[in-house]
């Protein structure tokens, strides 16, 4: 299946109410029909070119339906790239795609530069409006996405998503044209996101209006919540706390929001209970989910969320912070590093098995393994009743006098602390020990928190090992765009310090 | 065995289906009756519908036989899509949340 059938499909169900609209972008409004007739004309544009694949370098929005669609009628694949990277960054990313047609919004043309083959975004809307169409049908086998990862542990790896791995997570996950008339969705995630390129497929496929606001803002938000009637938002855990925050300060409710779902990294509890708290009509959806998974492959319900905080039973109170059960068609599994399955609370590696898993990437090739199997690198235990908790990237464990320790177990310890805002904890090197713990630690506005404290309390609650050797204050942690802790700066940071002379 | 992602057609309504999960059975697939064919392929026009075959089907529903074949309707139609002569059931998702 191609994710072009996504479209038709949608634009079928879109008759019933030709006039209703399904993208608002800013001063941009397309109908179903509009976006599909601009789809069919942007493939023209891209098979005029002869390009072997379509990047795209800007802030989105209604682009990123276009181009997604545009691209699959033209059977070619489509990269959308992170605006953030400086030119080179940039650069080096395009040099590895195949002869790429390079669509730029203005502000980036700088940084793009003269060696591609460019096209302005709004060049290529304008085209789009009279070129010939084409449309072809791509295999459900060739790629239709390739992104980046974040390369926040080592360089960026291009993850191929074949048409058939988006189509089926959206098959599988999302009730087609399900969608209550004037429902909306509020789209903020970056375009080179995996939940941006999901974002545009499922809310069309539900037959759900997608308002998009290119850069966050958490006033604009709000705004654009109250303006649009949204019913439905999906926020990484930054723009939660930016939101939680300018509400707390604000006599304002949003009335028509149902489900805000929040993702892309691990949200902190007491974030999580004052959201609650602040949105009691609200249907919290945590989801989880990789860019070589075509996104969301667990999702910790509105229910799930309500029964957690309800709970007396210690084990059911601790699934608010799990990341809830796998969606139909994911199967998981822990394995231990011998490659035998962890039983109930054992912590592992998590394996994922299903059609919308990739696991493929461009250079490196399949690193499924023989029954198809795909290694997240991240750790995790399955509870008794099968919800999926999520310990951090194995990448960041850090092995202390040759003992394995997860720096989540101490952080969710920690940053339930009332002086401590944020924290992040990182193994710095260390002659003795080959690491030591540090607790990296963004105190509350206001209070001045005792070193020895946090420590004693770390202690309180978990092995001694896991006390923190050292604590360090910060006004902020490094983050990139989706709110995902930059582990390698702070290690970076400590160890220079370090070797610095006393 | 037809591969999974294949398209067919009805001979004898409007109904279109995509293979989500494909099965040995899905070799018998009928639709109004008649057996479907690929997407684009030539429609025997002497066919016509079955009238205890015409049921319908709904756009974007999934429809599932025992033996786990799985097929999701892309376009709606009058017929009823069967194995042989057993209608395929439709099959009841039990809704997400909107996650993203």
Known sequence: ?502 | MIKNGTRLQSQVCDTQVIVVRSADSLDDLRAGGAPMVPIGGEADTSLTIDDSMSDGTLMGKRYVDDTGAEVLVTKAGKGTLSIGSTPLSLKEAKPLPASD
């Open chain 1, 1 to 502: 299946m191609s994710i072009s059938l996504l479209l038709e499909m949608a634009q079928e169900a879109a008759s019933a109410d030709p006039g209703r609209t399904a993208v608002v972008d800013d001063d941009i409004r397309l109908t179903t029909e509009e976006l599909s007739t601009l789809a069919d004309g942007g493939a023209g544009v891209i098979a005029a070119s002869d390009a072997r694949h379509v990047a795209y370098v800007g802030t989105g929005g209604a682009m990123l339906p276009l181009l997604l669609f545009a691209s699959a009628r033209a059977a070619v694949p489509v990269t959308p790239l992170n605006y953030r990277l400086s030119a080179d960054g940039l650069r080096a990313l395009l040099d590895r795609l195949p002869d790429p047609l390079v669509v730029v919004d203005d502000e980036y043309r700088d940084a793009v530069g003269e060696g591609y083959r460019t096209i302005g975004s709004a060049e290529f809307l304008e085209s789009a409006r009279t070129a010939e169409p084409a449309a072809e049908f791509a295999d459900p086998d060739a790629v239709g996405v390739v992104l980046f990862t974040s390369g926040t542990t080592s360089k960026p790896k291009a993850v191929e998503l074949t048409h058939a791995n988006l189509t089926s997570y959206i098959t599988g996950t999302v009730e087609f044209a399900s969608a209550e008339p004037g429902d909306a969705a509020l789209i903020c995630v970056p375009p080179y996101h995996i939940a941006g390129v999901s974002a545009a497929l499922s809310n069309l496929y539900a037959g759900r209006k997608m308002v998009y606001l290119r850069h966050f803002d958490a006033d604009k938000w709000v705004q654009l919540v109250l303006d649009e009637g949204v019913t439905s938002a999906t926020v990484v855990p930054t723009m939660l706390d930016r939101i939680v925050t300018v509400l707390e300060s604000r006599d304002i409710t949003l009335p028509r929001l149902r489900t805000l779902a929040y993702g892309g990294s691990k949200v902190a509890l007491p974030l999580v209970r004052r959201a609650l708290e602040l949105f009691p009509d609200v249907g919290f959806v945590n989801a989880y989910g990789l860019t070589e998974t075509s996104s969301t492959i667990a999702v910790l319900t509105p229910d799930d969320h309500r029964d957690a905080l309800a709970a007396d039973d210690p084990a059911a109170a601790r699934r608010l912070g799990s990341v809830g059960r796998p969606v139909p068609g994911i199967e998981v599994e822990i394995r231990r590093e011998d490659g035998t399955v962890c039983g109930a609370g054992e912590p592992g590696e998590l394996f994922v098995r299903g059609e919308q898993v990739s696991g493929k990437y461009t250079d490196i090739g399949s690193v499924l393994d023989e029954q198809g199997w795909f290694p997240t690198k991240d750790v995790a235990f399955l509870d008794e009743q099968g919800y999926l908790f999520i310990g951090g990237r194995s990448d960041d464990t850090i092995i202390r006098g040759g003992e394995n320790i997860a720096p989540a177990e101490i952080e969710d310890v920690l940053v339930e602390h009332p002086h401590v805002r944020e924290c992040a904890v990182v193994g710095a090197d260390d002659p003795e020990w080959g690491q030591i713990i540090v607790a990296v630690v963004v105190p509350r506005s206001g209070t001045e928190p005792d070193i020895e404290d946090l420590r004693s309390y770390v202690r309180s609650q978990l092995r001694g090992s896991r006390t923190p050797d050292r604590v360090v204050f910060r006004h902020e942690l490094p983050t990139n765009a989706t709110g995902k802790v930059l582990r390698r700066d702070l290690v970076d940071e400590l160890n220079a310090q370090t070797k610095e002379p006393a």
